[in-house]
């Protein structure tokens, strides 16, 4: 897989000829609906501006990865509970469904499992993995591991989360237009200045919700937030860390 650019540094086979088969929007099904009164887990579902209808998630786990991949550029669509693959293990003609699929901006697509670290220091599942990993890689795809210690960043998740409400909302190119030219022009840009200078919070978390601002994600948002334009590699970053065959330890990107 090719290196994109991770902004946040967190945490600490016999192949198949089955080819997957890659569908769009409209037409897209979960190869099982997570969401049912029968699974006794925490599940709900995730409003993206990258796909419509909502995204299904059926742990919290899940649910923090789905904020990691709506505000990572490099991510352009991501769905859940994609077609399973079917790969040998130990002798036996296994199936596996990723929790999610991901297409990146370089072009490149990516299976993802999340999982507890705890579940991925399991000698069974490591093995596991290490062959569902290599059957992705035979067929062009990309397959990466991400767990609570990467989700474990409080100040990113409770940012990710209050902009995520303003994620939807029109702006007018007006708007974008005067916001970037402000951003600009001003001394020391910070989100109290730019609030007295719409005269409401609300524009101000729109413009950063969408990315036309940015401003540091993992510290908590204060009036003295300096506020900056996006870089021009902007679209190669990644909100997350993650995890990749064969040791399956950290990218250090």
Not at 83 to 107: A, C, E, M, V, W
Not at 152 to 180: C, G, K, P, V
Not at 186 to 205: I, N, R, V, W
Request: proline share 6%.
């Amino acid at each position: 897989m090719s290196k994109i650019r991770n902004v946040v540094p967190l945490g600490t086979g016999h192949g198949s000829t089955m080819a997957l088969k890659m569908t769009s929007d409209s037409d897209y099904k979960p190869s099982r609906d997570p969401v049912t009164r029968s699974r006794m887990t925490v599940r709900g579902r995730f409003r993206s501006s990258k796909r419509r209808p909502s995204i299904a998630w059926e742990s919290l786990l899940e649910r923090s990865a789905c904020y990691r991949f709506e505000f990572s550029p490099a991510v352009i669509a991501f769905y859940e509970q994609p077609d399973p693959i079917k790969f040998y293990f130990q002798g036996k003609l296994s199936r596996y469904t990723p929790d999610f699929r991901l297409h990146l901006n370089n072009g490149e697509t990516w299976f993802v499992e999340v999982k507890p670290l705890k579940h991925l220091q399991r000698p069974d599942l490591f093995q596991k993995f290490l062959t569902i990993s290599d059957e992705y890689r035979n067929q062009g795809y990309g397959f990466i591991v991400i767990t609570d210690e990467e989700l474990n960043h409080f100040d990113l998740e409770s940012n990710l989360t209050h902009i995520h409400y303003y994620r939807l909302r029109e702006l007018s190119d007006l708007t974008i237009r005067q916001a970037r030219n402000w951003v600009l022009q001003t001394d020391s840009p910070t989100l109290g200045k730019m609030h007295e200078y719409f005269g409401d919070m609300t524009t101000a978390f729109v413009l950063i919700s969408q990315q036309y601002i940015c401003l540091d994600l993992t510290s908590p948002f204060s009036s003295g937030s300096n506020l900056y334009l996006p870089e021009e590699d902007h679209h190669a970053t990644l909100l997350f860390s993650y995890r990749t065959a064969p040791a399956f330890e950290l990218c250090n990107l």
